[in-house]
């Protein structure tokens, strides 16, 4: 079952400008992280934020979390074509026996950054 | 640098043969996962594993199996292969310990012919 859903389903920017990708989710969480995948490639993780955060910055990337509207946003500054990708929410998903948690992805977002 | 391997990055094989996907890490991660990717299903869970011979189904573990038998090893199996199980199929691997970040391998895109 999916916990998150990213929006919007597909972005189309020009180099420069700045994205904008929102998550909501269903169920309170202890943590919320983004991923970025290229096209035909694994994911790869870009930033964690745990529910008693409220932003996070990691160079260009900038995410925020508001627990009480269950939603979070990943904000890509000044973007570069590079930057060309897929890019999903997780949340805490099922808790596993060692205590810990299942990642839950979304459907995510696909950007694309024209140069 | 971490790091998930999986086997192959491309698979063509047969209805009703059996395939091995095999994936290791090199981190000592006690959890590991496999996914499977469709276009606008996003990822979906199919079974993972928390210790050595523990495993558990996740989302749709229907058609297949999974192995455990070494902590950096993780095979998921495809009993008799159709076609709708032609997709990309993720591993991934965490630690208990500093969160549920995820590392994953490069995906196997599996098509069944």
């Known amino acids: 079952s999916q916990q998150g859903e990213e929006d919007p389903q597909a972005l189309s920017i020009q180099e420069g400008e700045n994205a904008t990708m929102n998550c909501s989710y269903k169920?309170?969480?202890?943590?919320l992280q983004w991923y970025r995948q290229n096209s035909g490639r694994g994911l790869v993780h870009l930033i964690l934020?745990?529910?008693?955060?409220r932003e996070k910055h990691s160079g260009r990337l900038r995410v925020t979390l508001d627990t009480s509207k269950k939603s979070s946003s990943l904000l890509i500054t000044a973007s570069r074509a590079a930057d060309t990708a897929s890019y999903f929410c997780?949340?805490?998903?099922?808790?596993?026996?060692?205590?810990?948690?299942?990642?839950?992805f979304g459907r995510g977002t696909s950007l694309i950054v024209h140069p | 640098d971490v790091k998930v391997t999986q086997s192959s990055r491309y698979l063509v094989k047969r209805t009703g043969e059996k395939v091995f996907l095999e994936c290791v890490q090199d981190?000592?991660?006690?959890?590991m996962f496999w996914y499977r990717q469709d276009p606008g299903l996003g990822l979906r869970l199919i079974y993972f594993?928390?210790?050595?011979?523990?495993?558990e189904k996740g989302d749709i573990p229907e058609g297949y199996s999974v192995s455990r038998e070494k902590k950096e090893r993780f095979s998921l199996i495809l009993e008799s292969a159709s076609t709708n199980q032609t997709s990309m199929y993720l591993c991934?691997?965490?630690?208990?310990?500093?969160?549920?970040?995820?590392?994953f391998g490069q995906g196997t895109r599996l098509t069944v012919v």
């Open positions: 991934a691997s965490s630690s208990l310990v500093g969160g549920t970040e995820a590392f």
């Open positions: 169920t309170s969480i202890n943590n």
């Open positions: 934020i745990r529910s008693n955060e």
């Open positions: 997780a949340t805490d998903g099922r808790p596993t026996p060692g205590g810990s948690y299942i990642p839950t």
């Open positions: 981190m000592d991660h006690e959890n």
């Open positions: 594993s928390y210790d050595v011979k523990m495993k």
